[in-house]
């Protein structure tokens, strides 16, 4: 007698659906499901696909398409038909095989920011499909998979029946969840662009040193470009020069072109010289010669320290003209409270705050605004002086010159 039908919206776990057997619409056992493909391009609750079948008379992986499964529970598989049912085996391009790629791997908890094991998944019975809800990366998913919960919940019930273990499942929803191993290549890069926009850049610098080594390389190499700038530029010395090993010089060069161009400076002065020129080889020639300037400075330096991209207007721009200009400008600079006043030649003529901008008439010109800079620096001038006149005088940023004419700023 067949058992009635599991009812829509209900909840089961991927550890309750592997290994259970797989029967025909005839009754006749086919096999046993050892996977499940979902669909990777849906965000929120990707559904099941198809399945992966182990034959029983060959032994053979085959694929089970969803369509033609009856019903799927933790008693067996039913099919609509017998062996026809079973294709060859297959992957499409947006599939991932989640028992194989992300039960027993860590995944990226984008909304917590942290790396996490998975041990279950939770899939969602809806509108006769399947769907992953939520992975379980809690101590009772283990249990369950290792088929002692009725024992442990039953002993822990007479013993602590308010044990934390009873009482919250460690569940993180499938949207806030990036894999790190999730079929091919172009799945896990629109999985890391999506996943990744929402994790800080110190964060995510984090996420990549609690990462073993294999699964550091596999989540770095998918990152966009500006979010690998991003967790470089957070990353500890030893670890950035150990991911810009990970990938080819062509990428590393476009991801130090990312970077302010003094974190970029600091970062290769931090690697080998034969690293360093390969990479620069690599770069846009403007880029890389801004970043080869910044090199030829002693270390803890202002001239090493300091940024080449900062907010420049013209002393005969209006107020509404230079705010016009800063918009242009904040896209590419790092700091924008300061805004420095400077000639053709880059000769430096004064210094304003944002602040002056957006209180001023709109029609004054910006050099009636501007006021002398008090501790403009040479850029053999050490760190520890830098700190000390910016602590003086109360600034945000330091003017580094040379002969008058405006080099950068920290």
Sequence with gaps: MQSRPPQEGTFVFLSELLGRPVVGVSGVRLGRVVDFLADASEPAYPKVTALRVKTSLRAEIKRVEWADVAACEPRETRLKRDGEALQPLKLLGNEIPLAQDVLDRQIVDTDDAKVER??????????????????????????????????????????????????KEQFV???????????????????????????HPSDLAEILEDLDRRERAVLFRDLPIEFAADAL????????RELL??????????IVEEMQPDDAAELLSELP?????????????????IVEELLTYDENTAGRMMNTEFLRLSPAMTAQQALQSVRDQAREVAQVHD?????????????????????????VPVDAIMHEHPAPLD?????ARVAELAAKYNLFSLPVEREGKLLGVV
């Excluded at 949207?175 to 799945?187: D, E, R």
């Excluded at 957070?234 to 950035?240: A, D, K, R, T, V």
């Excluded at 010289?273 to 010669?289: G, N």
């Excluded at 850029?379 to 760190?383: C, K, L, S, V, Y």
């Design 118 to 167: 998975v041990n279950d998944l939770h899939l969602l019975r809806a509108r006769g499909e399947l769907r992953v809800a939520h992975v379980d990366v809690g101590f009772r998913g283990l249990v369950r998979r290792m088929g002692w919960q009725s024992a442990v919940d039953t002993l822990l019930k007479a013993v602590r029946p308010n044990a934390l273990y009873l009482r």
């Design 173 to 199: 929803p499938w949207k806030h969840v990036q894999p790190l191993a999730a079929g091919p290549s172009k799945v896990r890069l629109d999985l890391a662009r999506r996943a990744m926009a929402e994790v």
């Design 233 to 240: 530029e957070e990353s500890e010395p030893g670890l950035q």
């Design 245 to 254: 090993r990970m990938v080819e010089p062509a990428k590393a060069a476009d």
């Design 273 to 289: 010289k034969e690293q360093t020129a390969e990479i620069l080889a690599a770069m846009d020639p403007p880029d890389a010669r």
């Design 339 to 363: 805004c420095f006043v400077v000639q053709r030649d880059r000769r430096l003529l004064g210094v304003l705050s944002l602040r002056d901008l957006l209180l001023a008439n709109p029609e």
């Design 379 to 383: 850029p053999g001038e050490r760190a």
